[in-house]
C-alpha cells in the first residue's frame, strides 16, 4: 500500500510557478510510474504528465507541455511538478497518483494510489 501526500499547492499570479512536491511512504516508491492529473470545478480529471519509474522518461499534455517539468527523487520517495507560466486555466486541484502498470498511462484508472490533492489557483 502506498500513501500519497500532495503539497506546494497555493495562489500565484498569472506568468508566476509553483512546485508540487508528492511525497510517497509505504510500498517501494521506485516501481511506481508516477502521474500529475488535476481536476477544475465542473470537470473531469484530466492528466497532466507522467514520469517513468527509474530512467526519467516524461510525457506532457499538450496543454502544459513547455511549461511544466515533471521529476521524481526516488532516494526521497518524492515526485516534483514545477509549474512555470501558470495561466488562469491552469486552476484545479493537482493529484499525484502511482501506476505499477508501466509508466506511459494516461488514464486515471490505470493509476493504482492517489493523493489528496493539492489546490492551485492561478489569478488574471
Known amino acids: 500500500q502506498v500513501q500519497l501526500i500532495e503539497s506546494g499547492g497555493g495562489l500565484v499570479q498569472t506568468g508566476g510557478s509553483l512546485r508540487l512536491s508528492c511525497a510517497a511512504s509505504g510500498g517501494t516508491f521506485s516501481e511506481y510510474g508516477m502521474g500529475w492529473f488535476r481536476q477544475a470545478p465542473g470537470k473531469e480529471r484530466e492528466f497532466v504528465c507522467a514520469?517513468?519509474?527509474?530512467?526519467?522518461?516524461?510525457y506532457y499534455a499538450d496543454s502544459v507541455k513547455g511549461r511544466f517539468i515533471i521529476s521524481r527523487d526516488n532516494a526521497k520517495k518524492t515526485a516534483y511538478l514545477q509549474m512555470n507560466s501558470l495561466k488562469p486555466e491552469d486552476t484545479a486541484v493537482y493529484y499525484c497518483a502511482a501506476t505499477s502498470a508501466g509508466w506511459l498511462r494516461l488514464r486515471t484508472t490505470e493509476y493504482n494510489y492517489w493523493g489528496q490533492g493539492t489546490q492551485v489557483t492561478v489569478s488574471s
Open positions: 514520469i517513468s519509474r527509474s530512467v526519467g522518461m516524461t
